[in-house]
């Protein structure tokens, strides 16, 4: 069973920036996804950025594209999401999952299959 945490949410004010972490408690699997997903309130979770293990590809959704980062650290345990430039939208808490052994690495930026869900990390950007 993967354990991932979360953790780096804050409050901001917009144009900020914020980097999140989440830890994960596994080694052994070269090939997955890593993906940030939040989920603002009263709405739906949604998949923000996407990182393939195998070829190091990302993905991201329009509305974070240019201004978020996903990234993997060197001893592959850990994946960040740096956010800059902050907006009032991006309120939100925010969770990472993961895909394991996907069928092909562009799986990864469905943003569907992921699992083993953090308990996530709040992030709220005023104006």
């Known amino acids: 069973q993967v354990r991932l945490v979360e953790s780096g949410g804050d409050s901001v004010q917009a144009g900020g920036s914020l980097r999140l972490s989440c830890a994960a408690s596994?080694?052994?699997?070269?090939?997955?996804?890593m993906g940030w997903f939040r989920q603002p309130p009263g709405k739906e979770r949604e998949g923000v950025a996407a990182?393939?293990?195998?070829?190091?590809?990302?993905w991201y959704s329009d509305s974070v594209k240019g201004r978020f980062t996903i990234s993997q650290d060197n001893n592959k345990k850990t994946v960040y999401l740096q956010m800059n430039s902050l907006k009032p939208e991006d309120t939100a808490m925010y969770y990472c999952?993961?895909?394991?052994?996907?069928?092909?690495?562009?799986?990864?930026?469905?943003?569907?299959?992921?699992?083993?869900w953090g308990q996530g990390t709040q992030v709220t950007v005023s104006s």
């Open positions: 990182f393939f293990s195998g070829t190091g590809s990302t």
């Open positions: 999952g993961v895909l394991v052994d996907p069928r092909i690495g562009s799986q990864c930026g469905t943003f569907r299959g992921y699992a083993n």
């Open positions: 596994w080694y052994a699997y070269t090939r997955k996804c």
